[in-house]
């Protein structure tokens, strides 16, 4: 019965927005919630259903409450490594509540069957809502607690996947703020671990219509991590899932936002990493073609993680197994790079890169190279041709008796060839890039990496 009163006590809320009211009536409070959490810890026999309906009413009447309006809801995104979050001033109160409730969860002496009259839709509902805190310590409590009851009760393993499913249908499609994001695709990766196989349409769906739109959104980085793993979970499970997953990270492939193209190349190294040799021919083909780009961006950031592609062995195998296909898409760029780049480490690593091409198949090599310089060689002639072309023009234009007046109005517009000329510069040189060259500077990148 003592045990009863304590949680009844317990249920009493205090204002902590003044830090000076109540001071005596917290302290009590908070000594007897730690007392709580060490019975409950030590005791056994002490779960009674009487104890489960006041535990729990306890922990919603102190926790189910209406989360502070975002700190920063119009302003620039919540970076976690340079902006501070928003405390729960509540703080000393809520965590030994988090921690009792917790323990209670998992005491031997739990029995779902009886706390299932308790911990129902509605207390989950409202335990999600939670999850949307700016304070990363309850984040990171919510994300346990519901982690154990996913665990417990089977009959509600569906309604939390719903509710889970929702939230972020809201996040992608129309609010693109949420603070729990990390947390709930955390508690995803351990839910999609235990899938069992084959993959119901449900899990798949989930896969294509949630996981993969969600790395559109602005916030990616502070979740990505949680939001890879995820994916990579789905695909050791089902690699037939491989070629819709790396054809839907393509279509949502940043243009303009060079780290956020970073943290794709890193989940694409992640996908490749468990990628089976015959799904790898599905997508090898707008796979390099990707990367071909990537490899030619001119930041350096991008360019140096998508060459650090050729420094994983399993990667190298399966473009090996395919260097007829991957080697004509990947050569023109890696070619011009070698002149073109601003960056000399990227020079290295493109070097580097040609030499392990070279090593693969010479021949192959050697063709790519030689229709290479014929295509530029053309371009170069196209060029050439649409300079003379635009020289007869104005050879044309100054016979007639406006010329003078023309040139005299506009002093810069009367070279009409100039913007062929602007064309030929930037024709790549075609000098060639000799076998010792590739060897020597691929031998200095080896040595820095």
Not at 79 to 108: G, K, M, T, V
Not at 181 to 198: D, H, K, R, T, V
Not at 358 to 387: G, H, I, P, T, W
Request: include cysteine; proline fraction near 5%.
């Amino acid at each position: 019965r003592l045990f009863v009163d304590k949680i009844q006590q317990c249920a009493t809320l205090f204002d902590f927005s003044e830090p000076l009211s109540d001071l005596k009536s917290k302290e009590v409070k908070r000594q007897t919630l730690n007392e709580l959490v060490e019975y409950v810890t030590v005791s056994r026999g002490v779960l009674t259903e009487a104890v489960y309906d006041e535990i729990v009413r306890m922990f919603a009447t102190n926790m189910f409450r209406t989360l502070p309006p975002c700190s920063n809801p119009t302003g620039t995104e919540f970076d976690p490594e340079e902006d501070e979050p928003n405390l729960e001033a509540a703080w000393p109160h809520l965590q030994i509540i988090y921690d009792f409730f917790l323990r209670f969860l998992e005491s031997a002496d739990f029995q779902p069957n009886t706390a299932k009259k308790y911990i129902d839709q509605k207390f989950l509902l409202q335990l999600l809502e939670l999850f949307d805190s700016e304070d990363p310590r309850e984040r990171d409590f919510l994300k346990t607690i519901l982690h154990r009851i996913y665990g417990k009760f089977l009959g509600l393993r569906a309604y939390i996947r719903k509710q889970i499913n929702h939230t972020f249908h809201r996040f992608i499609y129309e609010t693109e703020r949420h603070n729990g994001i990390a947390e709930l695709l955390e508690i995803l990766g351990s839910i999609i671990n235990g899938f069992a196989l084959p993959l119901k349409e449900e899990h798949k769906h989930f896969l294509v219509r949630v996981l993969l739109p969600l790395h559109k959104a602005k916030l990616l980085n502070v979740y990505h991590p949680q939001l890879a793993y995820c994916v990579v979970q789905f695909l050791e499970k089902d690699p037939s899932l491989t070629e819709q997953v790396i054809k839907g990270l393509l279509k949502f492939w940043p243009k303009t936002h060079s780290p956020k193209e970073v943290m794709f190349l890193n989940e694409l190294e992640e996908i490749l990493d468990v990628i089976e040799p015959v799904e790898f021919q599905k997508v090898m083909v707008p796979l390099f073609k990707q990367l071909a780009r990537c490899v030619s961006s001119p930041h350096f950031q991008v360019a140096e993680r998508a060459l650090y592609y050729w420094n994983n062995e399993y990667i190298m195998s399966l473009i090996g197994e395919n260097a007829t296909v991957i080697l004509p898409i990947m050569f023109p760029a890696l070619y011009k790079n070698t002149k073109s780049h601003w960056n000399k480490t990227i020079h290295g690593l493109i070097y580097n890169a040609l030499k392990l091409f070279m090593e693969m198949n010479q021949k192959l090599f050697d063709e790519c190279s030689q229709k290479y310089k014929a295509e530029r060689q053309k371009e170069k002639e196209k060029v050439r041709e649409r300079d003379e072309l635009w020289s007869r023009i104005e050879n044309v234009a100054r016979k007639n008796p406006k010329y003078k007046d023309f040139a005299h109005t506009a002093p810069h517009a009367h070279s009409l060839s100039s913007g062929a000329k602007i064309d030929a510069d930037d024709v790549d040189d075609l000098t060639a890039v000799s076998k010792k060259d590739i060897e020597n500077e691929a031998k200095e990148v080896s040595v820095c990496l």
